[in-house]
């Protein structure tokens, strides 16, 4: 059964630094990863998607990568600031049987605070 | 435009009531979702419909129905729901059903089941 795993479970940094968050999974046969962006009491923000044959994905000051043979990802915020606060989620695409097409499974988030 | 409607946005009912949730996307997509999120917890599938068709229903109880009316519309018909039903509602759609595409999520309906 597919586990993802999110460290650290809360995060704070002062406003310009460069941060990593950590996403693991434990069954390398997945599809894709997704990273999310939610707001307290809001939807779900897709920031990236990284497909299995890929390294990495890059959208402004953000850098997701993938590294699927060790079930891990990264998700790097360069020059952080405070509207970075926030839950970040990753979500794997478990790649066995067609019963799991269309299936995401969570981490629990890393929730962020960047002090100003 | 990569956008998810939800209506409405907040809904309290009782637990005799009967009320439907409704999510609404125009971006073309084939794959509509439900999800259930939980304070301070991940969001969990509750159903999946490709091309209008329901495909993984998570075991979800019956007092939750889906229905897709329409490739663009997707309903959650609520019915005796229970307190712990309590949660943020969370629709989503992607390009179709394959795992290589992503999924697009709204901003959600939080019930008060009381």
């Known amino acids: 059964k597919q586990e993802v795993t999110q460290i650290p479970a809360a995060l704070s940094v002062p406003e310009g630094e460069n941060l990593v968050l950590n996403c693991s999974f434990t069954d390398s046969a997945i599809y894709n990863l997704q990273w999310f962006r939610q707001d307290p009491g809001k939807g779900l923000t897709s920031l990236l998607l990284i497909q299995s044959s890929q390294r990495e994905q890059t959208s402004g000051r953000l850098n997701a990568s993938l590294d699927k043979s060790s079930g891990r990802s990264t998700l790097y915020i360069a020059a952080s600031q405070p509207g970075d606060s926030a839950t970040y989620l990753c979500?794997?695409?478990?790649?066995?049987?067609?019963?799991?097409?269309?299936?995401?499974?969570f981490g629990q988030g890393t929730t962020l605070q960047v002090k100003p | 435009d990569t956008e998810v409607t939800q209506t409405p946005k907040h809904l309290v009912m009782g637990m005799t009531n009967k009320k439907s949730l409704k999510c609404e996307q125009h971006?073309?997509?084939?794959?509509m979702y439900w999800y259930k999120q939980k304070a301070k917890k991940p969001p969990e599938l509750m159903f999946v419909y490709s091309y209008e068709k329901l495909s993984i229903n998570e075991s979800v109880p019956s007092r939750f129905s889906p229905e897709c009316p329409n490739s663009s519309l997707l309903n959650l018909h609520l019915h005796a729901l229970q307190p712990e039903d309590s949660a943020l509602y969370l629709c989503?759609?992607?390009?179709?059903?394959?795992?290589?595409?992503?999924?697009?999520f709204g901003p959600g309906t939080r019930l008060t089941v009381t």
């Open positions: 971006m073309g997509h084939r794959a």
């Open positions: 989503a759609s992607s390009q179709g059903r394959w795992d290589s595409y992503e999924q697009y």
């Open positions: 979500a794997v695409s478990p790649g066995h049987g067609s019963s799991n097409t269309g299936k995401l499974i």
